[in-house]
């Protein structure tokens, strides 16, 4: 009765209304003619890619449809066998450059193998395929002069390419121009890097690699049951040629050469490295610790089942709903579909209710813990090499940052006591040898006193104070030797916030605290660091007027997110616009040092090698005798940007990656 109005507005709401006058003449709403190559272009660039095959297939069939099509030419493929022919195509090759598209089996350095490689040179195309009994020292030696020499190799994915050929002892070197890595930082927010979508981004409808023209490709029997393989292998040899000019345009139009050159080509050769050698783990304490793990487990599970009354299955969310909140008559916060959730976030709020939601944390926490890393890591360790090989990606974060995978190295907690001990596990993977770690110090607080120019984190960071502390003080007004451990906790809460772009509600969630309390730290701080809300505000108006946040080295990323008439998203696009040249800033800090570190490692001989990168953290392995490595590390992490505060960089030698936290 209460909302007896609103309930009849809503019925009147619901009701299409049939009785409006329409004056609109249908005839006059008939589609006529249309711009075809406008809607293809548009479908291309929204990445509509079904709708827009679609589209060419029916009209370009129906109404000869003129949209600038020109067939690629068809390239004549010719074999090693052919002596003649292949010295005048490298002599070619040297003169134009080469594209150079493959085809690779594995999924990392331990099982990767190369299957067949097409090295284009204009209208020619030479075709390798790799097995045990046909590839030979003229075939090696062919490659080796084509991959090593001081004109351009186009190639896509081209670390995969060198971790490949590096398994047969073949080289590439520099000048390369990566086709995937050019996308990536022309736009680093694509669902997808690979040859076919940048393909269809860029040049689809504009060059059509015609099916009645790819009989061209590979008409001798080179490959024999191998011929359409290797057929697409040269069609893509064509595709790199087309994108390369195209992306170049694009990559001189932003800005971003140097970037581009200097830092993601040869971080390519890098990250092919520290793939190569892989990171070492001791197996009889990952054994031990699974053995642990399997106890504190079991431990927890009889304890979860004691406060429940009963044993179910703690990992069926359907069953824990139903002890929390119908056994145990726990407040539900959060209702999915299929009934109430019993995410992490539910359960941290049930704490302060039952003893029961913290065990089923720590269940949880110390399961993912066991089934990722000590169940798995080592069945990951390689036979011929007794280590484990990730991949490392260049092109799978918005940010910039790099990332890992098969298996993800980068997040093993480090908080908890598993997490930790797990680290442990880590160790040099030869005798004798240490690890060094590096770590740059509030990295992204740094870059934010550099951007905001703010006189008080500037001052700050140039006298070393501890920043944390300078805050707490600040916020709840009293000396810096009076700041409380949980003062300073709060206060580093409030400072990575204002990196992140988090505003009241988020820090009120993340601490737990009340909205007002929230507000008073964030105004507090605004106060005191002016000029940081001054710059959180240009951040946003400028990312909104260009479309676009940018880092100081010039990567852009789009952020559409700030025109939606989405509050949320929007309020998100706020966030990224803050975020991301600070984040982003110190993601391409980071890539610089460790390009410049390998570079003078190898310059200088050493047999110290780069394993790992973690975010802000670098880790290697030595031989005793090269401590000068830590001089080297720190003179290139210190001095990989020129700020207006001192990039502080903190390392230590370990016998574990354990040791280091």
């Known amino acids: 009765e209460e909302n007896r109005e609103i309930a009849f507005l809503s019925k009147k709401l619901a009701i299409i209304e049939t009785d409006i006058p329409v004056t609109l003449d249908l005839e006059e709403a008939r589609l006529g003619l249309w711009n075809e190559r406008e809607v293809v272009d548009s479908l291309s ?61 594995g999924g990392n350095y331990c099982n990767v193998r190369i299957e067949q490689i097409a090295i284009s040179a204009e209208d020619r195309v030479l075709l390798l395929y790799f097995d045990e009994s046909s590839f030979d020292d003229e075939e090696k030696s062919i490659l080796e002069k084509l991959l090593t020499g001081a004109f351009e190799k186009s190639i896509h994915d081209a ?27 022309e736009n680093p927010s694509l669902p997808s890097y690979s040859l076919d979508n940048l393909w269809e981004k860029n040049i689809a409808g504009k060059v059509v690699v015609d099916e009645k023209d790819r009989g061209g490709y590979g008409q001798q029997e080179l490959f024999k049951t191998k011929e359409d393989e290797a057929l697409e292998v040269a069609i893509d040899a064509v595709r790199i040629s087309h994108l390369v000019p195209c992306l170049k345009e694009k990559l001189e139009n932003l800005g ?65 709903a139903r002890v929390l909140f119908e056994e145990l008559g726990l407040s539900p916060t959060k209702k999915t579909k299929t009934g109430f959730s019993t995410d992490s976030s539910v359960l941290e709020a049930l704490q302060s209710e039952h003893e029961i939601a913290g065990k089923i944390l720590e269940y949880r926490e110390n399961a993912k813990l066991k089934s990722t890393y000590l169940d798995t890591l080592p069945a990951l360790v390689c036979k011929e090499t007794g280590r484990i090989h990730c991949n490392f990606n260049q092109t799978s974060t918005t940010t910039g940052r790099i990332s890992s995978s098969n298996p993800n190295l980068q997040n093993i907690p480090i908080r908890t006591k598993l997490g930790k001990r797990i680290r442990e596990g880590f160790i040099p ?68 916030g204002v990196v992140y772009g988090m505003g009241y509600y988020g820090l009120s969630s993340r601490l737990g605290i009340s909205m007002e309390e929230a507000t008073n730290y964030i105004d507090s701080y605004f106060s005191r660091y002016k000029g940081v809300k001054e710059y959180r ?59 410049d570190v390998d570079s003078a490692i190898l310059s200088e001989g050493l047999k110290a090698k780069m394993i790992l990168q973690i975010h802000d953290e670098l880790l290697f392995e030595f031989p005793p005798e090269e401590e000068r490595l830590v001089g080297i590390v720190r003179d290139s992490m210190s001095g990989a940007y020129k700020l207006k505060v001192p990039l502080k960089v903190e390392m230590g030698i370990y016998e574990n990656w354990g040791e280091a936290k």
């Not at 390239?75 to 002599?91: L, M, P």
């Not at 240490?434 to 120019?453: C, F, G, N, P, T």
């Not at 104070?465 to 707490?472: G, L, M, R």
């Not at 007027?545 to 309020?571: C, F, H, M, V, W």
């Open 256 to 320: 971003v050469v140097e970037i581009f050159e200097r830092v993601e080509i040869p971080l390519v050769f890098t990250l092919a490295r520290m793939e190569k050698e892989g990171v070492s783990i001791d197996l009889e304490i990952f054994k031990k610790l699974q053995s642990e793990a399997n106890s504190l487990l079991l431990s927890l599970e009889k304890e979860i089942h004691a406060l429940a009354g009963h044993p179910f299955n703690i990992s069926s969310p359907k069953q824990l």
């Open 159 to 185: 670390k995969n390419l060198i971790i490949s050929l590096a398994k047969l002892g073949i080289e590439i070197s520099l000048p390369v121009f990566d086709t995937s890595i050019a996308a990536y930082v």
């Open 45 to 105: 660039a929204l990445e509509f890619k079904t709708l827009q095959r679609r589209f060419l297939e029916k009209f370009g069939e129906e109404k000869d449809m003129d949209v600038g099509e020109q067939d690629i030419l068809p390239a004549r493929t010719i074999g090693v066998d052919d002596k003649e022919e292949v010295e005048s195509f490298i002599v070619q090759a040297k003169k134009k450059g080469i594209g150079v598209p493959y085809r690779i089996s």
């Open 537 to 595: 505000e240009n951040c946003v108006i400028q990312a909104r007027k260009l479309g676009y946040a940018e880092t100081l080295s010039g990567r852009r990323r789009l952020i559409p997110e700030l025109s939606s008439d989405n509050k949320q998203i929007r309020e998100l696009g706020e966030r990224l616009a803050i975020n991301t040249p600070l984040q982003g800033t110190a993601a391409d800090i980071i890539k610089k040092a460790m390009v």
């Open 429 to 496: 993977g030869e005798k004798g040898w240490k690890l060094l770690v590096a770590d740059y110090s509030q990295i992204e607080l740094r870059v934010l006193a550099h951007m905001s120019e703010d006189p008080l984190l500037l001052e700050a960071f140039e006298r070393d104070a501890d920043i944390h502390t300078e805050t707490a003080s600040s916020i709840f007004g009293v000396p810096a030797e009076q700041v409380t451990s949980d003062m300073r906790r709060l206060a580093k809460m409030v400072n990575f």
